[in-house]
């Protein structure tokens, strides 16, 4: 299985870097226990990694862990552009706040037709290219720089069943082009043969179901309601409203039902909520007699939390969804959180590399891959001495302080500071815990930490549980106000986990009109300094400091190793 580095070195997921089968029982997935020591949990991976034809059905979750961009959001975007750029005047003066009330009360799907028939009105018969240009837009520009793991991770899993003599079709509803730039990048370092990508409401040949999508070591991708890619020409309509949905509807399902027949099926980044993808279940159920269908539904969703719980889970809630689960032939995979959802994929891909399969008697338990790998960086990482690692670790900090701060353009008056929390009781409960800052002093019996829960107010955490880049701006009642965090991977050839969380805060000057560099439209200027704060968390949570030497020299060899710097550089040692 290719690795994403070589060796046992690491990468970072950094913007621009880059089971016998048991039924669930009650609410067994919402236990405290970690997600992947639940026994259930167990018996999924297994499955998952089990070769054969496969369908995986990418919802939308898909692009948001790429974009951060949701739907509605997308929806809402296009309808301000049309409003604003309206030659009709009662249009052009409706306010942002008044779409936002349209979106809630609508929904995005009668609001998108609500945009859809603007443009045709505003621009004729040359609405559909307005319509794909501001939808590439809104895919491309920056936030493409947000980009979590999830794709990587199907991709990866993919090609792990294919060369292990199975076949994967992904279907997805979405139109940009990442999932199928991340299937060419592994085909391109691999034996295995991926297909022409098909669009379904796109003319001629490209509408059908690739005839070879079924053989061993295949891999194919089939979009369903339009492609758009960043700089090539678009296939089909984009369906976005519910008169371009309902053109294309009949097709999907029609072709969806044929794929899923006879196949194994896991849905990913989706709420199962789209009617062509829920009537192809339905239609393929019969077939499904000792196949795996699965849908990944994290427990970290809204329609999951209970708002009057403090938004604590209505566990109540899972035993419905479980009854429509078993409606449509689906059991459900619940994360505790959407960072998880990769790690499912990685596991089970890993699974499949070192021929696990269901455990025999006297084979190692494979079970215990995910375990054995963070008990072992746990013991690495917990065997240092903590005060002087912390010591060390914050001079590093302190060290790329001002190139940090030239990167963002952050003015005089404004603070910057940088942040480095770790991963700790990785297989109990599990918390996370502010390990060196720049800013005070952070000894381990003082530091702030938490549980790893969707309760949590720290930046860092909610980070840790999206699994991906995020901006928090004008964020809680701190004078650091503004957040920009990003999970930090641990990569090797046996396989990859998070082990903590990188953060660049900024205190604002109260005379800055534009409220500090740390924010989503200084994003490419973010970036660069999220680069270089990401190569000094590396070192700090991935590799092990010489201690046998004196404090002084020590600090001095770390910054060294840690920089890559020369040993004559004029490098901070703190006495």
Not at 24 to 38: I, K, M, N, T, V
Not at 65 to 89: F, I, M, N, P, Y
Request: glycine share 8%.
């Amino acid at each position: 299985m290719p690795s994403k580095s070589d060796g046992d070195e690491t990468r970072l997921s950094v913007p621009g870097l880059f089971l016998d089968l048991r039924v669930e029982r009650g609410y067994d997935a919402l236990s405290r226990e970690h997600f992947f020591l639940r026994g259930g949990t167990i018996d999924q991976i297994a499955d998952l990694a089990t070769p054969g034809p496969w369908v995986v059905y990418v919802g939308l979750g898909a692009t948001i862990d790429q974009t951060d961009l949701s739907w509605a959001g997308l929806v809402g975007k296009v309808l301000r552009h049309e409003a604003q750029s309206s030659a009709d005047t009662s249009l052009k003066a409706i306010s942002s706040q008044t779409i936002d009330r349209w979106l809630e009360a609508q929904g995005s799907v009668a609001s998108a037709t609500t945009a859809e028939a603007m443009i045709r009105s505003r621009r004729g018969p040359r609405w559909v290219d307005s319509l794909v240009d501001q939808i590439r837009d809104a895919l491309y520009r920056e936030r493409r720089l947000l980009a979590g793991d999830m794709l990587d991770a199907l991709v990866l899993w993919g090609y792990a069943i294919a060369r292990s003599g199975g076949s994967v079709l992904f279907i997805t509803s979405n139109y940009d082009a990442y999932l199928q730039e991340a299937l060419e990048s592994i085909a391109d370092q691999s034996d295995v043969r991926l297909t022409k990508m098909r669009v379904l409401n796109a003319t001629g040949p490209t509408g059908q179901l690739p005839r070879t999508w079924r053989n061993p070591g295949n891999m194919s991708l089939l979009h369903v309601h339009g492609y758009i890619p960043e700089d090539a020409e678009p296939l089909g309509i984009p369906a976005f409203g519910e008169i371009t949905y309902q053109e294309t509807s009949g097709k999907a399902r029609k072709v969806m039902s044929e794929a899923m027949t006879g196949s194994n099926v896991v849905t990913v980044g989706s709420s199962l909520s789209d009617a062509p993808l829920v009537e192809s279940l339905i239609a393929s159920k019969k077939s499904a007699t000792g196949l795996k269908r699965y849908a990944i539904l994290p427990l970290q969703g809204a329609e999951w939390r209970d708002d009057e719980k403090e938004k604590g889970r209505d566990e109540s809630l899972f035993s419905l969804n479980r009854q429509r689960l078993n409606a449509l032939g689906l059991q459900g995979v619940y994360p505790d959180y959407y960072g998880q959802v990769p790690q499912v994929f990685y596991e089970a891909a890993e699974w499949l590399s070192a021929g696990a399969g269901r455990p025999e008697p006297g084979r190692l338990d494979h079970r215990q891959l995910y375990k054995n790998r963070l008990d072992e960086w746990w013991s690495h990482w917990d065997s240092r001495d903590s005060h002087d690692a912390i010591r060390y670790h914050s001079a590093l900090l302190r060290h790329i302080l001002p190139g940090v701060r030239g990167n963002l353009g952050a003015g005089s008056q404004e603070g910057i500071k940088l942040e480095i929390w770790a991963r700790s009781d990785p297989n109990g409960e599990g918390r996370l815990g502010l390990w060196c800052s720049t800013s005070g002093s952070h000894e381990p019996e003082f530091a702030h930490r938490d549980s790893i829960s969707l309760k949590s107010p720290y930046v860092s955490v909610k980070t840790f549980c999206l699994g991906s880049p995020q901006f928090f701006e004008q964020y809680g009642k701190s004078r650091w106000s503004n957040y920009f965090a990003f999970p930090i991977w641990n990569w090797s050839q046996r396989g990859a986990f998070i082990v903590g969380v990188a953060v660049i805060a900024s205190m604002p000057a109260k005379d800055d009109p534009e409220g500090g560099s740390v924010r989503m439209a200084n994003i490419h200027r973010v970036v660069l300094a999220a680069e270089r704060l990401a190569s000094v968390a590396d070192k700090v949570l991935n590799h092990k400091i010489d201690s046998n030497v004196s404090r002084a020299y020590n600090e001095r060899i770390a910054i060294d190793n840690a920089l890559g710097a020369d040993s004559s550089d004029d490098l901070p040692i703190l006495e």
